[in-house]
């Protein structure tokens, strides 16, 4: 069974803060996505990594692969309350699954 | 452009009771479907998904079941509810079999 473990599973900072959450796996993925969901909402893709080391930044998040594709994180620089939500990373083989999540709350 | 509607946005039923949850895509032809379900807080567990028409993957068993009766439809049921099926419920689509687009979402609650 592949399993996407992310940690940590709660995290509450102040605005201001960095803060980095991490998506392991002992699977070998072709990709990983990572998504953000409000409360009561559907997620919401945010970004796609699909080379080994590669690194992408969306504006103060930045979302790096690992170079043996089992793992990726996203680092928020400057945490803002607007950043508050869930925060999934998803990975595919023949079937969509996603990680355990990380519930972040940035408190202004 | 792709859209994904998902109806109800919220359900209370009785323990027993039948379950139909339906989600229609627009925009895209033959796209994998999925079904999940999310509790409070957590990650997303895949109860099913389809890559056509009247072709379903189960992943976990249970007293759910899904049905694509058109390339655009995915259904959700139940014949007999239980507690422990009170969820919130995904559907999710797929062109690439890698970036899903996900619907808004049923909080269903058994009573």
């Known amino acids: 069974t592949q399993l996407l473990e992310q940690s940590p599973q709660f995290l509450s900072i102040q605005e201001g803060e960095n803060l980095t959450v991490y998506c392991n796996s002992s699977?070998?993925?072709?990709?990983l996505q990572w998504y953000r969901q409000e409360p009561g909402e559907g997620p919401v893709l945010l970004v796609t990594?699909?080379?080994?080391?590669e690194v992408k930044k969306l504006k103060r998040l930045t979302f790096q692969f690992g170079d043996a594709r089992k793992d990726s994180s996203l680092h928020i620089t400057a945490a803002q309350p607007g950043d508050t939500g869930l925060y999934l990373c998803?990975?595919?083989?023949?079937?969509?699954?996603f990680g355990t999540g990380t519930l972040l709350a940035v408190q202004p | 452009s792709q859209t994904i509607h998902q109806w109800p946005a919220t359900l209370v039923q009785p323990v027993g009771s039948p379950l139909s949850l339906e989600c229609t895509v627009e925009?895209?032809?033959?796209?994998?479907l999925y079904w999940y379900r999310q509790a409070a807080g957590r990650g997303l567990q895949l109860l099913f998904y389809?890559?056509?028409?009247?072709?379903i993957s189960s992943e976990v068993p249970q007293n759910l079941s899904a049905s694509r009766p058109q390339d655009r439809q995915f259904i959700l049921s139940s014949k007999k509810l239980l507690l422990s099926d009170s969820g919130f419920y995904l559907c999710?689509?797929?062109?690439?079999?890698?970036?899903?687009?996900f619907g808004q979402g049923t909080r269903l609650t058994v009573v």
């Open positions: 999710a689509w797929s062109t690439t079999g890698t970036e899903a687009f």
């Open positions: 699977s070998v993925f072709s990709s």
């Open positions: 990594v699909v080379t080994g080391g």
């Open positions: 998803g990975g595919a083989t023949n079937k969509l699954i």
């Open positions: 925009g895209t032809s033959n796209p994998n």
């Open positions: 389809s890559v056509g028409i009247g072709q």
